[in-house]
């Protein structure tokens, strides 16, 4: 049985505005049956990185044909381009900034239209907020099984932000860094388990994390800590993490998005 079509939110709006629930509100005006999710609405204000790899760990989870919809937009309005991303049978529709880039990286299939049809625009639109006259309605319309080709024409020169990747150097060293700070303040890094594994895919291999100087000893789990150090781990997202138990790693320890991390094989 087919399930409701599904549309996920992802934006920086945050929650005391109306902007988000309005979004829905046109949304299902087009489309009621459409099934609605909230992925996140706490990104940092215009932090195009951070949408863009909140949006990578989110969109496997759910079924192929979601439509996700990523609004963090600081040129909305000038003329930079509302764009669909057809990628491994999911569609994402947002601006042209950058903000899909860790997504072109992952899939295997990729198409990426210039959204130029109109007449899936709301029929009066404003310069400052494309969330509600382009991008919700145009998913809405996706959601009722128009076809992407109705939507504009295919395109090769969308906008890819340059992404921070960990090197590995010939002393068996990976140089990443903290690309995410989570609401706890653990620190997420671009290392994945992937990479390592590049260095050893030996079960028994020994790790050594380092950071501004500190070891960050490798754990199973958040309560394996047994005091407030700095420690690191293999997140759900089979990326390296780094923190503090029960506390909050990047004030505890001044981490900032950008610090080098490095992993050693001992």
Do not use: C
């Amino acid at each position: 049985m087919e399930h409701r079509p599904i549309i996920t939110l992802t934006t920086d709006f945050g929650y005391k505005d109306p902007f988000v629930g309005i979004m829905k509100g046109v949304i299902l005006k087009i489309n009621p049956f459409a099934d609605i999710v909230d992925i996140t609405h706490g990104i940092s204000s215009q932090n195009v990185l951070e949408a863009a790899f909140a949006i990578e760990m989110s969109f496997a989870s759910f079924p192929s044909k979601t439509i996700h919809v990523v609004v963090v937009d600081p040129g909305v309005g000038s003329i930079r381009r509302p764009i669909l991303a057809v990628a491994d049978h999911h569609y994402f529709v947002g601006p042209d900034n950058g903000i899909f880039s860790r997504i072109y990286n992952l899939t295997e299939t990729l198409n990426v239209i210039h959204i130029t049809s109109e007449h899936y625009f709301m029929p009066q639109r404003s310069f400052t907020f494309h969330g509600r006259d382009i991008f919700a309605p145009v998913a809405a319309w996706l959601s009722k099984g128009i076809n992407v080709s109705h939507l504009g024409d295919p395109i090769t020169d969308y906008v890819t932000i340059p992404l921070s990747v960990p090197i590995t150097s010939k002393d068996n060293i990976i140089d990443g860094e903290v690309i995410y700070i989570d609401r706890f303040g653990n620190l997420i890094t671009n290392i994945h388990t992937r990479k390592i594994d590049e260095l050893s895919s030996d079960p028994d291999r020994r790790l050594k994390v380092m950071i501004k100087d500190k070891e960050a000893p490798l754990l199973n789990y958040y309560s394996q800590a047994k005091d407030k150090g700095l420690y690191s781990l293999i997140n759900s997202f089979n990326y390296l993490e780094l923190f503090v138990h029960r506390s909050n790693a990047s004030l505890d320890f001044g981490i900032e998005v950008g610090k080098k991390v490095k992993v050693v094989l001992i």
